[in-house]
Structure formats: structure tokens, C-alpha cells
């Protein structure tokens, strides 16, 4: 079954946030990763105020959703985001499809 990031982001510096953004994508493309939403237009309708950026992040399972979160290569690349942006990071399971 299909898993997801859900993630919400308020950058504090965007130059210093895009070495998170150039490291990433290594750990997404080893776990098989597919961005559905990055950065487009939001708005929050319920809840606290809308973050700076809204991303989701597509998996074929929650093991591997799970896996690439926790990799080596994440980490490293997270380590350049922790400073310069606030991250909340919710991994999801989907449901059975119809």
C-alpha cells in the first residue's frame, strides 16, 4: 500500500535551505519517491496559519516511506535544512485502493 510524506515548511533563509533542497533529491530517488504537490499555491483552511511551502511525497509503500526518512543519505541532507527552516514531517499510510 502507498505511503506519503505530508510536509510543511517556513524557510527562514532560502539561500542557505536550498543545500537541504540539492541533497534531497539522492535520498528520494533511492527509495523510488514521487513529488505529487512541492511549493505551489496553498491555503490553510483549518488549523495554524498556511506554511511557506507544502510538499507530498508519494511512496509504493510505508516501509520505504519510513526507510528513506531515517537513510544516510536523508539525514545528511536534513542536517543542511534543521538551521534554516522549520520542518513538520507526518508519514501516512494510504488507503486500499477501490
Excluded at 520505504?64 to 508519514?91: D, G, L, N, T
Amino acid at each position: 500500500m502507498k505511503a506519503y510524506w505530508i510536509a510543511h515548511v517556513d524557510i527562514t533563509d532560502a539561500d542557505h535551505y536550498s543545500q537541504y533542497t540539492q541533497r534531497a533529491p539522492e535520498a528520494f530517488a533511492e527509495f523510488g519517491a514521487r513529488f505529487l504537490a512541492r511549493g505551489g499555491r496553498s491555503e490553510a483552511m483549518e488549523g495554524r496559519t498556511t506554511p511557506q511551502r507544502s510538499v507530498v511525497i508519494e511512496f509504493d509503500s510505508y516501509e520505504q516511506a519510513v526507510a528513506c526518512y531515517h537513510s544516510a543519505a536523508y539525514q545528511e541532507a536534513k542536517s543542511y535544512r534543521e538551521e534554516w527552516a522549520r520542518a513538520e514531517i507526518v508519514i501516512v499510510e494510504g488507503v486500499p485502493p477501490l
